[in-house]
T-cell receptor
Framework: GAVVSQHPSWVICKSGTSVKIECRSLDFQATTMFWYRQFPKQSLMLMATSNEGSKATYEQGVEKDKFLINHASLTLSTLTVTSAHPEDSSFYIC????????????FGPGTRLLVL | LAKTTQPISMDSYEGQEVNITCSHNNIATNDYITWYQQFPSQGPRFIIQGYKTKVTNEVASLFIPADRKSSTLSLPRVSLSDTAVYYCLVGGGSNDYKLSFGAGTTVTVRA
């Protein structure tokens, strides 16, 4: 149980285009989903918190107009990198939280984005 | 978010027990302690979670002293495939269930 998927697993795009990444909780409903970014040899950095049916909450320094998050259902959240540039190239990871205090976040496999 | 401190790296050999201690002096009353494992180019994988005392599952044990200001992840009889980065995190209802990742501990298992 507690499986989270991401699609696509990797994507290469041209500078200036937009890229959408999907995060799904496959066997549970997630009241909250989180989006992280990880650069090579570095730790995960929380970008935003996504709650179903409401606007996402972004961490300080993360541009909300650059990284659009939509949490349309209890099993799906999407991250759209708008007008991507080479500096947006990174490993994007989502996690899903079932909503119980004793529970933990379950992470997706990650999406590698390369902007040329 | 409670800050955690753990060793940057640890080396071990196959078959040995690896113990990683994490300090979290500012842990809140309703925070849980969770450990994750991450391989390169993969998302973190849940290992174990606890609130106090000792928790054991099929892959690891987690020891938490009474003051909860630290915790120790114990990996019994490691193999080469246990080479990974291990993250200690604290979180819970006090911070909207957010997790703040520190640098983690890179565990290298040698033959």
């Amino acid at each position: 149980g507690a499986v989270v998927s991401q699609h696509p697993s990797w994507v290469i795009c041209k500078s200036g285009t937009s890229v959408k990444i999907e995060c799904r909780s496959l066997d549970f409903q997630a009241t909250t989903m989180f989006w992280y970014r990880q650069f090579p040899k570095q730790s995960l950095m929380l970008m935003a918190t996504s709650n179903e049916g409401s606007k996402a909450t972004y961490e300080q320094g993360v541009e909300k107009d650059k990284f659009l998050i939509n949490h349309a259902s209890l099993t799906l959240s999407t991250l759209t990198v708008t007008s991507a540039h080479p500096e947006d190239s990174s490993f994007y990871i989502c996690s899903a939280y079932p909503g119980l205090a004793e529970e933990t976040q379950y992470f997706g496999p990650g999406t590698r984005l390369l902007v040329l | 978010l409670a800050k955690t401190t753990q060793p940057i790296s640890m080396d071990s050999y196959e078959g040995q027990e690896v113990n990683i201690t994490c300090s979290h002096n500012n842990i809140a009353t309703n925070d849980y302690i969770t450990w994750y494992q991450q391989f390169p180019s993969q998302g973190p994988r849940f290992i174990i979670q606890g609130y106090k005392t000792k928790v054991t599952n099929e892959v690891a044990s987690l020891f938490i002293p009474a003051d909860r200001k630290s915790s120790t992840l114990s990996l019994p009889r490691v193999s080469l495939s246990d080479t990974a980065v291990y993250y200690c995190l604290v979180g819970g209802g006090s911070n909207d269930y957010k997790l703040s990742f520190g640098a983690g501990t890179t565990v290298t298992v040698r033959a």
